[in-house]
């Protein structure tokens, strides 16, 4: 009887896990047959021809390459921005003791729950105020400065896990605390930095609402705002454009988890450093 039974749930368990599976995979089917579907619709089918003329039909300046460029150029600078200073604010965090610690990480995951939607209308007039609007600049700060909170819970937490002992080694050489952050800790947790990493340019690749906002020239949309552009008037969409403009769209954030996936491989434990 507890064999049937633990069958049963077995069982369970994997059909929660297909209908799970199925919820993702079928979105992904849709976008990659409707990109080469010539009368691509709202269903998932293998299309009665292939065709390329949606990726033909995307493939312009206007259309595909001038927001991808906006795109790159926002969330890579407000990746290395975030990156470089949750590193320096995690590394106090995570090296020395102080009561102000426990206090200063509470509200930062507390920042990180803040919905967006509810400080933008203040950043807006803000933005207005100093002369950022409808600027790159200020668009990549506010991107990073979102995105930090978070990145620095993970980066204290990946750099907790950097044997001490190899910076006192350092420090008796005569290395100060920014060299030995630089040449002993960041190396040494490239993995952490690699999830950092990921983590923010994957989170402000997919966001519209902030670039929507702050940017309204045309010309300086990133495509995560263009994309809006493929749902016409009354109902009309480009079906297939749109599914090729998503491939198109979706190839930079495979393209970066691709390089970083070896160091995220590398592995987490760092103890064995020490030794030797």
């Given at each position: 009887m507890p064999r049937n039974r633990r069958r049963s749930r077995r069982l369970a368990a994997d059909l929660a896990l297909l209908v799970v599976a199925a919820a993702f995979?079928?979105?992904?089917?849709?976008?990659?047959?409707?990109a080469v579907d010539p009368h691509a619709d709202l269903r998932v089918r293998i299309p009665d021809g292939f065709t390329l003329a949606n990726f033909d039909a995307i493939l312009t300046p206007d259309i595909t390459y001038t927001p991808l460029l906006n795109s790159l150029i926002l969330c890579g600078g407000a990746t290395v921005l975030t990156v470089a200073c949750a590193a320096l604010a995690a590394y106090p965090l995570s090296r020395y003791r102080s009561r102000f610690n426990r206090p200063f990480l509470l509200s930062i995951l507390f920042a990180t729950s803040l919905p967006i939607t509810a400080i933008m209308v203040p950043v807006y007039a803000l933005f207005v105020r100093v002369d950022l609007i409808d600027t790159m600049q200020g668009t990549i700060l506010f991107f990073a400065a979102s995105q930090l909170p978070f990145a620095i819970w993970l980066m204290k937490n990946f750099m907790d896990g950097v044997p001490k002992e190899l910076e006192e080694a350092a420090w008796t050489d005569g290395a100060g605390p920014a060299q030995s952050l630089v040449r002993i800790v960041l190396p040494l947790m490239g993995p952490g930095l690699a999830v950092v990493t990921v983590f923010a340019?994957?989170?402000?690749?997919?966001n519209f609402f902030v670039p929507f906002m702050l940017l309204l020239s045309p010309d300086q949309m990133p495509a995560s705002v263009s994309i809006n552009d493929f749902f016409g008037n009354r109902g009309m969409v480009a079906y297939g454009q749109l599914a090729a403009f998503s491939v198109i769209y979706s190839t930079p954030v495979i393209l970066l988890y691709v390089l970083v996936a070896r160091r995220l491989g590398g592995g987490f434990a760092l103890g064995g450093a020490v030794k030797g």
């Open positions: 995979v079928l979105p992904l089917a849709w976008v990659l047959l409707s340019f994957v989170m402000m690749w997919g």
